[in-house]
């Protein structure tokens, strides 16, 4: 394995029930395949041939479970995944808004994060608002 890189990401959600259908378009749309259900209704998501990188979609759970993410709050802003090819971040596009999900900024190259060499992104979000993000960069 290589050093640094991500083994797994749990994503705290507030109703697994209404979270999963997206992330279950996401992360299989990214290659991932569901290998494991909790009692709570959450799962575990691998990404096939890789072995190491797993995606938990988790209840959140208790007093300090909080609501309300944005840039200027505490806590995680977003989680981005590469995409290997820009046409994958545009089919995902057409995918979610199919599903219906809430676009934040449609596929679009965003100069600005790579100092002007390329990067082309959508951004939405999850039900309960956690910022997802799909990016290609050459």
Do not use: C
Not at 74 to 103: C, I, R, Y
């Amino acid at each position: 394995m290589m050093r640094g890189r991500i083994h797994h990401l749990d994503r705290k959600v507030s109703d697994p029930e209404r979270s999963l259908p997206l992330y279950e378009l996401f992360l299989k749309h990214m290659g991932h395949r569901e290998v494991d259900q909790n009692a709570d209704g959450g799962t575990e998501w691998d990404l096939v041939g890789d072995g190491f990188m797993s995606v938990g979609i988790v209840k959140a759970r208790g007093p300090n479970a909080r609501h309300g993410h944005g840039r200027d709050t505490p806590g995680p802003h977003h989680a981005a995944w590469g995409s290997p090819m820009l046409e994958e971040v545009d089919a995902l596009f057409a995918k979610l808004q199919a599903f219906g999900a809430n676009t934040l900024d449609p596929p679009a190259d965003y100069p600005r994060y790579n100092q002007g060499k390329g990067y082309y992104a959508v951004f939405f979000a999850d039900p309960d608002g956690l910022k997802l993000e799909y990016v290609w960069t050459p």
